[in-house]
């Protein structure tokens, strides 16, 4: 099994920062793509950033110069930097991954997730 855990929410004034971390552990072979999505109170979980295994990334245009995904291979781990930060960032923020695993002789290639971080922003 695998398992992802957030770290680093909490609540911060408007023009703050904030620092996420996700580590992956358990029966990990390698770790391809890895994300963050959140969830504000009414909506829909979105896309905020990813960030693939050669460290190519992408962002929603929302968080474009504001926030920075990055990741440390060798400790299974995913990061995402958030500044300037505002009232409308305030969310559930949640760790997604793309995991090859082996389970015996098998391989097993398959996304997972974290239980989430609150980031609450305050005006």
């Known amino acids: 099994q695998v398992q992802l855990v957030e770290s680093g929410g909490g609540l911060v004034q408007a023009g703050g920062s904030l620092r996420l971390s996700c580590a992956a552990s358990g029966s990990i072979f390698s770790i391809n793509a890895m994300a963050w999505y959140r969830q504000a109170p009414g909506k829909q979980r979105e896309l905020v950033a990813t960030i693939s295994s050669g460290g190519t990334t992408n962002y929603e245009d929302s968080v474009k110069g504001r926030f920075t995904i990055s990741r440390d291979n060798a400790k299974n781990t995913v990061y995402l930097q958030m500044n300037s930060l505002k009232p409308e960032d305030t969310a559930v923020y949640y760790c997604?991954?793309?995991?090859?695993?082996?389970?015996?002789?098998?391989?097993?290639?398959?996304?997972?997730w974290g239980k989430g971080t609150l980031v609450t922003v305050s005006s």
């Open positions: 997604n991954a793309d995991v090859l695993s082996i389970r015996g002789s098998d391989w097993l290639d398959r996304a997972y």
